[in-house]
């Protein structure tokens, strides 16, 4: 038996070798991912995707990012590759073990800056695209993060954490010279003292920098106690803008950001905006004239559109461009004659590439853009514009992981397809989008239903709901490993955006603000009871899942219904009120998903907490989390175990060492995840052939 040393591979290899113990199903008849005909939770480790797809500044040739995993080391990595833009002569610009990422064109084309690890640790380097030479541009202790070239291609501009000196308010005595005492005490007196996946937080804050592109020893730009990052550069290169929330109470009101000038002769800084809201993403028109940024004024509502505003360069005369588009706005573009702007957004379940020019006219450029998250299936992607208005993006379907495309004037062309090797020969699980209507009130919702490979709709099938987090986030047609794993399984999986989701507009989104869990709870039984009304479903035989707010739901479900025969609640919330006390985001949460603090409404934060509906579950139960999870703490996930302990429900706790919130970021972690997942339903599942025909009878 091999012997694996790492407590993830061992948690892996149990939960793999419990699931083959359990009863076979047609899914689980061949195990070697290289022979079955079905997605085996091994092929985890030979997916890959693209990402960050920038088009040269004269639209002739892009780069992007190729991702992959090394089933060795249980890591991901990503080089960089090069591709004309008819896809006629793709080749890779880096190759190796390590973790390429971020590419940004020189304006002049003629050179690349990237962020590797090459070095040992993540660096700022110079690829020259003639010659092919690269040149390590930084070699500092802390990582430089967002870089950007001046447009003369002399200077880059990056954000970088510098630390500061931790206060010495507790007097240690001086230990005897040879004792070995413990590690000094930490003292915190921040309110955000960690964060999920940065874990607890040194003191000091990220502070923006400017270097020669021949090299050199960076210059700090900023100083003080609040965080600066994502600059840009002036047309001139006189001024670099950024958004930073210097307010007095920043850490009270996390998302009160400001637009800001620095002016690189003199260092001062100026506030180019001041409303109560995020301002922030500030790009340059190319004449100069505009400053193009994202936004809102702050209603303190659970969800609220990002929207694209226009000022003069000077800060003056400010005003709303977007005022009639009524979905969340990102990624924004000038197009090459400073008349409007390209932008990345999300709508009922699909994202597109839009355009407003300065007038406020919208109209969609492409659709199709997707497939960055390879475990669930959320609405992710980018893109990039030359200034003659071609464009580049990911290209994502339910179908496949995120691809290379182009496209100009909407004629658009598929330039890889890095996953075929994998797919030609597995059967995936048929997506199919359907519309029904809420049991609450009849509001319009929208879901996907995937159907296990070799699907015959005389037979019924057991039946997976899987909830989505956020809560405002959404699922789309976009490919999902986790749920493809369940298909081949034999499983009938149905996902979908209850009310609450993102992509739908502000008062669809807002249904649940200061109210949640509530009404989605009807959203999710009508998707099911829709699903069961076409007949292949087995209505003994559904269970349910879902990661952070989709395990909220999860666990709300459970104390709701006696419908499912087995659940998985992941990374939930259980307790409002202590995970509120706990997690990453606090003020975040008391400003944003409460009207009081729970010591002033204790009674609310009780309603909406599913530990509160303990006494009603008789399902049986898997909690599963993340060790290192700030965002949803463990201990939420241990409370809710504990809890049905005592209430003598069936239950069990897994625990994935070193996950944070986002569980895998390990392609072990998303095996692990999976695994226990269906190791659990399988026991619950029934003993017999999971499928039977349209009147009950067993094949």
């Not at 590759?81 to 390429?100: I, K, M």
């Not at 975040?588 to 009674?603: I, R, S, T, V």
Request: with cysteine.
């Amino acid at each position: 038996m091999p012997h694996f040393t790492s407590p993830c591979f061992r948690l892996m290899f149990i939960l793999l070798m419990t699931a083959a113990a359990m009863p076979a199903t047609p899914a689980a008849e061949v195990v070697n991912p290289a022979l079955s005909k079905r997605l085996e939770m091994l092929d985890v480790f030979n997916l890959e995707y693209i990402s960050d797809a920038q088009i040269s500044p004269d639209g002739e040739r892009v780069v992007y990012v190729r991702h992959f995993s090394d089933v060795m080391t249980d890591q991901q990595h990503s080089n960089l590759w090069l591709s004309d833009f008819e896809g006629r002569q793709q080749r890779p610009l880096t190759s190796g073990n390590f973790s390429d990422s971020a590419p940004r064109w020189s304006h002049d084309g003629s050179r690349l800056l990237f962020r590797s690890n090459r070095s040992g640790k993540p660096q700022l380097h110079v690829m020259w695209l003639a010659s092919r030479e690269v040149m390590q541009l930084t070699n500092t202790a802390q990582a430089p993060g967002n870089a950007a070239w001046s447009h003369d291609d002399e200077q880059i501009a990056f954000s970088m954490f510098v630390p500061a000196s931790p206060d010495k308010v507790l007097k240690m005595p001086a230990k005897p010279d040879g004792a070995e005492w413990n590690k000094p005490p930490v003292y915190i007196d921040d309110l955000n003292y960690r964060s999920d996946g940065g874990g607890y937080l040194a003191p000091g804050k990220r502070q923006l920098f400017v270097l020669p592109v021949t090299g050199g020893t960076p210059r700090q730009l900023t100083d003080g106690d609040h965080h600066h990052a994502g600059a840009v550069w002036s047309v001139d290169d006189q001024a670099l803008l950024f958004a930073a929330n210097a307010h007095e109470d920043a850490e009270y009101n996390p998302l009160n950001s400001e637009i800001h000038r620095l002016d690189m002769s003199t260092g001062e800084i100026t506030a180019l905006t001041d409303r109560a809201g995020p301002d922030r993403s500030p790009v340059p028109s190319p004449d100069g004239q505009w400053i193009a940024y994202l936004g809102f004024d702050d209603r303190y509502l659970g969800y609220q559109n990002s929207r694209l505003y226009l000022m003069r360069a000077d800060g003056s005369e400010q005003r709303l461009l977007s005022a009639e588009f009524a979905r969340d706005i990102g990624n924004i573009q000038w197009d090459g004659r400073s008349r409007g702007l390209y932008f990345q957004y999300t709508d009922q379940g699909h994202d597109y590439i839009g355009h407003l020019n300065l007038q406020g006219n919208f109209r969609q450029v492409t659709g199709g853009l997707g497939g960055l998250s390879l475990g669930r299936p959320y609405n992710a992607a980018d893109f990039s514009v030359a200034a003659n208005g071609r464009y580049a993006y990911t290209l994502g379907d339910a179908t496949h992981p995120a691809d290379l495309a182009v496209g100009s004037a909407g004629r658009d062309k598929r330039l890889t397809r890095v996953n075929d090797d994998l797919f030609r020969y597995k059967q995936l699980g048929a997506v199919e989008e359907f519309r029904f209507q809420s049991s609450h009130d009849g509001l319009d919702l929208q879901g996907w239903i995937i159907t296990p490979p070799e699907f015959d709709p005389d037979r019924k099938y057991p039946l997976i709901l899987e909830i989505h987090g956020g809560p405002f986030a959404s699922y789309g047609d976009v490919f999902s490993a986790e749920l493809q794993l369940f298909a081949a399984a034999g499983y009938v999986v149905l996902y979908m955006n209850p009310r609450g989701s993102a992509g739908y507009g502000e008062t669809f989104g807002n249904y649940i603000d200061k109210n949640y869990p509530s009404h989605d709870y009807d959203d999710l039984m009508s998707g099911v009871d829709a699903v069961l009304q076409r007949g292949f479903v087995d209505p003994e035989q559904l269970f349910v899942t879902g990661g952070s707010g989709g395990g909220v739901l999860s666990a709300w479900i459970v104390g709701n219904t006696d419908r499912f025969a087995a659940a998985v609640v992941a990374k939930p919330v259980i307790n409002w009120t202590s995970w509120l006390l706990t997690a990453d985001l606090p003020a975040f949460a008391a400003n944003y998903w409460f009207k009081q603090l729970p010591w002033e409404d204790p009674a609310t934060y009780q309603r909406y907490s599913p530990l509160s509906l303990v006494g009603n579950v008789t399902t049986p139960t898997m909690l599963l989390t993340g060790e290192v999870d700030y965002r949803t703490p463990i201990s939420e996930s241990e409370q809710y175990y504990t809890a049905l302990k005592l209430a003598r429900v069936e239950t069990a706790l897994v625990r994935i060492p070193g996950a944070s919130h986002g569980i895998a970021n390990r392609p072990s972690n998303l095996v692990a995840k999976v695994a226990a997942i269906l190791s659990w339903f399988e026991r619950y599942r029934s003993p017999v052939d999971a499928v039977t025909d349209s009147a009950g009878a067993r094949p």
